[in-house]
C-alpha cells in the first residue's frame, strides 16, 4: 500500500513568485491536512480538508491557500512568496477528521521542502 | 488551550540501551490522543505510537512503548535496545476533541536522538 506522496520533494523560488504543492494521501483516505515547519516556528497546522471542504485552517494570512479533488488529492498554494515561507511543508492523510483521535491513524509524507531567496 | 512539552532538546544513548525521551502535555479536552512520531534527516515524519487517553494500557509497538500517566500529564516515549537507524528527532504530538472532528495535532518542539556505536 502506497504511502503519502508529495510533489516536488525540493524546489527553489524568488519573494514574489508563487508556488503549488501536491499531496496524493494513501489510497482510501479522505482526509487531507497540512503542517508548516521551520526551525523557528516549528511545526505549525496550516488547512485539513475532507470531501473538497476545508474543515479548518490554522492562524496563517490569506496567501496560503490550498483546496481537495474529488480524488482526495490535495494542494497547497502560497502565493507571493517570502523569505519567512522558506519551510518543509508536510502532508497528512488519514480515512476521516477525527480519525487520528480514535486510531492514531493519522499519516505523513516526506514533504517538500521549499527555499525561497 | 493545548500545549506539548518536550524539554529534552538533544540526548545521546548508547546502541543496545534503553532511552527515555519525555513528553508533557496540557490540555482542558475530556478526551485526546497523545502521538509520537519520528522525523530523520530526510524529513518524513514516521508515525511510531498512538495512546488514547481513555485506553486502560499503556500503548506498545515493537521496540517502542509509551509510558503514559495522566494525573501527571506525561506521556514518555522509551525505546528499547537502541539502534543506530533510531538516530533522529522525535515529537510528540496531541489532539483534542474540542473544535470536532479534525486531525488537527499540536506538536511538541521535539528531541534530537543520537545513538552511539
Known amino acids: 500500500k502506497a504511502g503519502v506522496t508529495q510533489t516536488p520533494r525540493y524546489l527553489i523560488k524568488t519573494r514574489g513568485q508563487q508556488v503549488t504543492l501536491s499531496c496524493s494521501p494513501i489510497?482510501?483516505?479522505?482526509?487531507v491536512s497540512w503542517y508548516q515547519q521551520t526551525p523557528g516556528q516549528g511545526l505549525q497546522f496550516l488547512f485539513e480538508?475532507?470531501?473538497?471542504?476545508?474543515?479548518n485552517k490554522g492562524n496563517f494570512p490569506g496567501r496560503f491557500s490550498g483546496r481537495q479533488f474529488s480524488n482526495s488529492r490535495s494542494e497547497m498554494n502560497v502565493s507571493t512568496l517570502e523569505l519567512g515561507d522558506s519551510a518543509l511543508y508536510l502532508c497528512?492523510?488519514?480515512?476521516?477528521?477525527?480519525?487520528?483521535?480514535?486510531?492514531?491513524?493519522?499519516?505523513f509524507g516526506e514533504g517538500s521542502r521549499l527555499t525561497v531567496l | 488551550a493545548q500545549k506539548i512539552t518536550q524539554t529534552q532538546p538533544g540526548m545521546f544513548v548508547q546502541e543496545k540501551e534503553a532511552v527515555t525521551l519525555d513528553c508533557t502535555y496540557d490540555?482542558?479536552?475530556?478526551?485526546?490522543?497523545l502521538f509520537w512520531y519520528k522525523q530523520p534527516s530526510s524529513g518524513e515524519m514516521i508515525f511510531l505510537i498512538y495512546?488514547?487517553?481513555?485506553?486502560?494500557q499503556n500503548a506498545t509497538e515493537g521496540r517502542y512503548s509509551l509510558n503514559f500517566q495522566k494525573a501527571r500529564k506525561s506521556a514518555n516515549l522509551v525505546i528499547s535496545a537502541s539502534q543506530l537507524g533510531d538516530s533522529a528527532m522525535y515529537f510528540c504530538?496531541?489532539?483534542?476533541?474540542?473544535?470536532?472532528?479534525?486531525?488537527?495535532?499540536?506538536f511538541g518542539t521535539g528531541t534530537l536522538l543520537a545513538v552511539q556505536p
Open positions: 504530538a496531541m489532539r483534542g476533541v474540542y473544535g470536532g472532528a479534525t486531525n488537527k495535532l499540536i
Open positions: 497528512a492523510s488519514s480515512l476521516e477528521p477525527g480519525q487520528a483521535i480514535n486510531t492514531g491513524e493519522l499519516f
Open positions: 495512546q488514547g487517553s481513555y485506553d486502560q
Open positions: 489510497s482510501g483516505h479522505r482526509s
Open positions: 480538508y475532507f470531501s473538497e471542504t476545508q474543515r
Open positions: 490540555t482542558s479536552d475530556p478526551s485526546y490522543g
